[in-house]
């Protein structure tokens, strides 16, 4: 039997109380709080929160949303995910890896959301090109067939109420799955928002 039972799959991972405290399913979602549709994500805006989309070069497709609040970044990306299994476990060792190759250092904890990467990223910066590093937090929630990968730099690394702050605005999220069929792992494609008076 070559079958995978659902013992062999990587379990999900979320906030036991996910479902009614976030990030939610559309279906999960208050339709009457005045999101900014981003496609695969809504955001709820909140005083002091700037958005920035980030665009791949050659294709010109958004791939990440950046939120910029409590004096920290929150990059998200919303993933398709299987029914039954979570991505959350497999990724975190992928992150692992990569920031390892990099010369970085990276910890596992057990943060608010559940397991969580803290990671001490090499990066060079300045005309003079100085080789520093730079915190990170890598989060991930695994949702029903999505995944919410969050990474979250500046003030919310270290400090407490930062992080709650952006934990917050981060389990604030509606991801929109949609009904269409998509391969895990395949990013659920993000679109600008409508400006008003456009939609």
């Known amino acids: 039997m070559t079958d995978p039972t659902p013992a062999d799959s990587p379990r999900k991972i979320a906030p036991e109380d996910r479902a009614t405290s976030g990030p ?13 549709d981003l496609g695969g994500i809504k955001i709820l805006p909140r005083e002091g929160l700037n958005l920035r989309l980030e665009v791949e070069e050659q294709t010109k497709r958004i791939v990440a949303v950046g939120l910029d609040y409590a004096g920290s970044t929150l990059q998200v990306q919303p993933f398709a995910a299987p029914r039954t299994a979570g991505l959350w476990e497999e990724t975190r060792e992928q992150i692992r890896q990569q920031i390892r190759q990099q010369g970085g250092r990276v910890e ?5 959301l559940g397991p969580e990467l803290l990671a001490e990223v090499p990066v ?3 005309p003079e090109a100085t080789a520093g590093k730079r915190l990170a937090r890598f989060v991930g929630v695994d949702g029903p067939r999505w995944f ?5 730099g500046g ?11 952006v934990e917050d ?29 456009t939609a």
């Not at 919410?148 to 979250?152: E, K, S, Y």
């Open 24 to 36: 939610f399913d559309e279906s999960e979602a208050n339709p009457v709080r005045p999101y900014i």
């Open 108 to 112: 596992e904890r057990e943060g608010p």
């Open 124 to 126: 060079v910066a300045g």
């Open 148 to 152: 919410l990968r969050g990474v979250i």
């Open 155 to 165: 003030a919310a690394t270290a400090d407490v109420e930062a992080a709650a702050a």
């Open 169 to 197: 605005l981060f389990r604030s999220i509606v991801v929109v799955r949609g009904g269409s069929p998509m391969p895990p792992r395949d990013l659920i494609p993000l679109k600008m928002p409508a400006t008003p008076g």
